[in-house]
């Protein structure tokens, strides 16, 4: 099993996210899972001619998301979009399965041959616009074993779009998720998609975590300085779509620009 040094071949990688359109059964769902598949295909194409050092696809497009488990047109369009992505990406590549389906990430990475995942409730509750989400990481740690798979679990803690249930504060969290929660890495972000992540958190994160800490939002020319010396690596959405808003498209030329000021700090 590869750990999180060994999976990137440079130190703090930039992971990209790829926001998938919407799959069978959401809503916005459009008929097209060809029209899916080249959008996907044609942003790993860009991310990755621009230096991205890794990937991670989301269901970006499946709101309002399921709290939890997804339903099974949805794990089985995600894979078939996640296989395509995998024969042409050259970097690790990442699953987020939302708003909280680890099982159902899992069960994609492993079959994808994918690296990681992403879980935003790996431990303790929150509340968010999904009503109150459980952490499951005694169902996740058991099922991945089932598995015998050597998928990399990323967790969030005081993750973004919602509010812990009970008052717990961050070093206990990130305590809690190293050294129960069996986690690879854990995800520090702000508050919403695309808003900065504290600098006082993330040293907080970064003080209390036995794992390497990831920056999970908010990256921009404008912080990259401050925050570069706390982490261990970036996952970037929004920054890098036109006008750095995520449901834009790519803007090649702000990824160009993101990428420089990464390799001049780091």
């Known amino acids: 099993m590869s750990s999180f040094s060994t999976l990137f071949k440079k130190p703090k990688p930039v992971i990209g996210c790829i926001h998938l359109k919407a799959l069978p059964g959401a809503p916005l769902y459009e008929g097209k899972m060809g029209s899916i598949i080249e959008q996907a295909l044609s942003e790993c194409e860009l991310l990755q001619a621009q230096g991205m050092e890794g990937l991670i696809i989301e269901n970006f497009g499946d709101k309002p998301f399921y709290p939890g ?5 949805t794990i ?3 894979t078939a979009v996640g296989k395509e992505i995998m024969r042409q990406a050259k ?5 987020n399965a939302l708003r909280n389906d680890a099982v159902g990430a899992l069960s994609i990475a492993t079959a994808i041959e994918a690296n990681f995942i992403r879980v935003n409730v790996h431990m303790h509750a929150v509340v968010c616009d999904q009503g109150i989400i459980t952490g499951q990481a005694y169902e996740t740690l058991r099922f991945k ?3 015998n798979s050597s998928v990399q679990i990323w967790a969030d803690v005081n993750v973004k779009h919602a509010v812990p249930l009970a008052n717990i504060d961050l070093v206990q969290e990130t305590e809690d998720m190293c050294q129960r929660g069996l986690v690879d890495a854990v995800i520090v972000s702000g508050n919403a998609t695309g808003k900065a992540t504290s600098l006082d958190d993330l040293k907080t994160v970064k003080k209390a975590s036995s794992v390497p800490v990831v920056i999970g939002s908010g990256m921009s020319l404008d912080n990259i300085e401050m925050l570069m010396p706390y982490t ?3 996952i970037v959405g929004s920054y890098f779509k036109k006008d750095a808003i995520a449901t834009n498209e790519l803007d090649s030329q702000r ?3 993101f990428m420089a000021a990464v390799r001049q700090h780091r």
């Open 255 to 257: 990824i160009k620009d």
């Open 91 to 95: 970097i690790p590549v990442g699953i």
């Open 69 to 73: 488990r997804l339903g099974a047109e």
């Open 76 to 78: 089985a369009a995600f």
């Open 145 to 147: 074993n089932k598995l």
């Open 232 to 234: 261990d690596g970036f």
